[in-house]
């Protein structure tokens, strides 16, 4: 009967968590401008690879507090602990959840990687 309750536990557990992060990824990436925004300013290069620095800052930041005192407090609140592989398969699902959600940084590291490389000898024009 224990285990029938642990895994109630752990699909409550995941949940929360995973209609919590679908909640704040898509607010984080409304926090920062589309490409297309960028283009219709005319932004550098540099100004779209520091958004892409700033954004991706902001999301390992988010990230750390989640997995430091959000996942904490539910395992806290539901009795559980998160071990083993139930733990890395959480952190799999955290990371593909807020960096797969985030269209305005995806779309802004394509651009740079492939459709207009940054190069070090674009700096200064």
């Known amino acids: 009967m224990k285990i029938h309750l642990d895994i109630f536990k752990l699909i409550i557990f995941t949940i929360i968590y995973i ?11 409304h926090l ?5 925004e960028d283009e219709d300013k005319k932004e ?10 700033s954004h991706s ?6 990230w750390y507090l989640s997995d430091r ?3 904490r407090y539910l395992e ?4 559980i602990k998160m071990e083993g592989i139930t733990e890395t398969a959480m952190e799999v699902i955290s990371g593909i959840i807020l960096v797969g959600l985030q269209r305005n940084l995806i779309q802004k590291l ?5 459709e207009h490389p940054f190069r070090f000898v674009n700096l200064y024009s």
């Open 76 to 79: 806290h609140l539901l009795d």
């Open 69 to 71: 005192y959000f996942r």
């Open 110 to 114: 394509e651009y740079i990687t492939y």
């Open 19 to 29: 209609v919590i992060l679908l909640t704040i990824s898509p607010f984080i990436d």
């Open 32 to 36: 920062f401008t589309s490409l297309k």
């Open 44 to 53: 550098s290069n540099i100004q779209i690879l520091f958004e892409i620095i």
């Open 57 to 62: 800052i902001l999301l390992v930041v988010l």
